[in-house]
T-cell receptor, first 111, second 116 residues
């Protein structure tokens, strides 16, 4: 089992729809959770981070964390073609001092 | 946000040779990180470069293969030694956001390495 697993892609949604990206992790000691967006040929850029259970909203993006279920998700509302990218889930365990990235989910938003 | 300059942006190298990748940050940072991203895969941390001490390598990565220098708080190099086609990958340097961990990070633009 991978330490961080993301829903296999590619994921395709029509413009204006909600895109839902999911991530599960195996290390219960994980404390910080991050979503990065990576356009093809570019380096990752941080778009959301969440530390506490519940929802965190930033514009069209909502991160959801459920530590009991070891689950973190990213919702993108009103998806735009410019959201088409690979989204990487990253999990950091402060005590272990290590970070782990998922394999990413490629999202395509069709006009 | 930090500005990270990484070079070269890409290179094609012969097997058996070595390539040194440079990473320059526009502000002083305690930790710098080197990642590898193989085609179609996610980021794997190679090592943490700390100024004034030896780099800390992750499981599966060794200093002889990936020597790292960190001469000051704004600069680091990663060398990929004795390259083979399996080393073809994107190599990224990263620095933490202020007060952040190494996953809450800024990334350089990456070095796309092809070994032939």
């Amino acid at each position: 089992q991978k330490e961080v697993e993301q829903n296999s892609g590619p994921l395709s949604v029509p413009e204006g729809a909600i895109a839902s990206l999911n991530c599960t992790y195996s290390d219960r000691g994980s404390q910080s959770f991050f979503w990065y967006r990576q356009y093809s040929g570019k380096s990752p850029e941080l778009i959301m981070f969440i530390y506490s259970n519940g929802d965190k909203e930033d514009g069209r993006f909502t991160a959801q964390l459920n530590k009991a279920s070891q689950y973190v998700s990213l919702l993108i509302r009103d998806s735009q073609p410019s959201d088409s990218a690979t989204y990487l889930c990253a999990v950091y365990n402060t005590n272990a001092g290590k970070s782990t990235f998922g394999d990413g989910t490629t999202l395509t938003v069709k006009p | 946000s930090a500005v990270i300059s990484q070079k070269p942006s890409r290179d094609i190298c012969q097997r058996g040779t070595s390539l040194t990748i440079q990473c320059q940050v526009d502000s002083q940072v305690t930790m710098m990180f080197w990642y590898r991203q193989q085609p179609g895969q996610s980021l794997t941390l190679i090592a943490t470069a700390n100024q004034g001490s030896e780099a800390t390598y992750e499981s599966g990565f060794v200093i002889d293969k990936f020597p790292i220098s960190r001469p000051n708080l704004t600069f680091s190099t990663l060398t990929v030694s004795n390259m083979s086609p399996e080393d073809s990958s994107i190599y990224l340097c990263s620095v933490p956001r202020a007060g952040g961990t190494n996953t809450e990070a800024f990334f350089g633009q990456g070095t796309r390495l092809t070994v032939v």
